[in-house]
């Protein structure tokens, strides 16, 4: 893949999100050659879409221009569609030609799902490769065929899940995972964020209190199901973590059990994890199998990372391994990491790996 001019022609579905922020932070951060990019947010009877010239800052207020979504080197999808009948007619040509491309008919555009968008798109078959380059590049995956434009950038949960099985198996034969994830109010937006901070402040001055994005107190509480318009929301994000898993072990790894819970937090991610080895584990065996890029063992002595300590990094902290008293062959995983951050990181580094290509 060729750069047009100084860099690519890039375009974000969903810039202003959290996700969206991130990737646009990430992409500046690690000077990825960027000649225009483009915000796909307009509404579909805008027959213009704004462009930001990267050369300037990221903060650039961006003109109009009209350009074709199948001019686009990469489009990140950093949302799901706003309306429930499928994505914009903006955005429907280059997923579409993504989705068609084939060895005598490759697509130019690289489309990036970061949100599971296609998944809920109308007209438009999941068939993305599931991406974590960090990961490939220590342990052995299929790599995508020279043609292939249609990637999935993993949930985090499911990229962390993914990363702490494939490492331990290299050195340890593994008989079963079950993990407990802990997800931030961040996995729902900044609506979700405003409502926990105004249940913390009305609550504690004892007054009413929002329960829309909730639909329950989840201020110093946890919450199994959220209640109202929002029951099914933790269940399909299991479910998304679920699948995607499935998909990327393929087989090579016991599939990993796996239950989310809502916690009360802002940003960063937390897993429990339990782990069942065929004989005897050396602790110390354990983290050396863990430790590598992107993933961070504290040292013994060291106070157990957070979501607090996670904050801002894409990298995975992973406290030292705590062996099960009542099982000779399990011990415990507890790690955290950034979501919003992992996710974002991921998504370039599958683009730059493209590149790279």
Request: charged fraction near 20%.
């Amino acid at each position: 893949m060729k750069p047009t001019g100084q860099g690519f022609q890039v375009g974000v579905a969903g810039a202003s999100s959290l996700l969206g922020q991130e990737l646009l932070r990430v992409l500046n951060e690690r000077a990825f050659p960027v000649s225009r990019l483009l915000n796909f947010e307009a509404e579909a009877e805008e027959p213009d879409l704004p462009i930001l010239d990267l050369s300037t800052s990221l903060d650039t207020e961006p003109a109009n221009e009209g350009v074709s979504a199948t001019e686009l080197d990469f489009l990140f999808l950093a949302n799901r569609p706003r309306s429930s009948s499928g994505q914009s007619p903006l955005l429907g040509p280059a997923l579409e030609a993504a989705r068609l491309s084939a060895p005598d008919r490759p697509a130019h555009c690289a489309v990036i799902d970061m949100a599971d968008a296609l998944g809920e798109s109308a007209g438009v078959t999941p068939a993305a490769i599931s991406r974590i380059p960090f990961l490939e590049r220590t342990t052995q995956s299929a790599q995508p065929g020279p043609h292939a434009r249609l990637f999935t950038s993993m949930h985090p949960a499911a990229i962390v899940l993914s990363v702490l099985v494939l490492r331990l198996a290299t050195r340890l034969p593994l008989k079963s995972v079950v993990a407990q994830i802990f997800s931030p109010v961040s996995e729902m937006g900044s609506r979700a964020i405003d409502e926990l901070q105004k249940q913390t402040t009305n609550l504690l001055s004892f007054q009413p209190f929002p329960q829309k994005m909730f639909g329950a107190q989840l201020t110093f509480n946890l919450l199994a199901h959220l209640g109202g318009k929002r029951d099914s929301d933790l269940a399909a994000r299991e479910c998304r973590i679920h699948n995607q898993v499935r998909h990327y072990l393929a087989g090579r790894v016991p599939l990993p059990a796996l239950k989310v819970t809502q916690a009360p937090v802002f940003y960063s991610l937390a897993l429990s994890v339990y782990v069942e080895a065929a004989q005897a584990v050396v602790p110390e065996a354990a983290e050396a199998a863990l430790a590598g890029e992107h993933l961070r063992v504290r040292r013994r002595g060291e106070p157990a990372p957070s979501p607090v300590d996670a904050a801002g990094s894409g990298d995975i902290l992973v406290d030292n391994i705590t062996p099960d008293p009542a099982h000779p062959n399990g011990f415990w995983i507890w790690a955290a990491v950034d979501n919003i951050r992992l996710a974002a990181e991921n998504a370039v580094e599958i683009a730059q790996s493209l590149v790279k290509r």
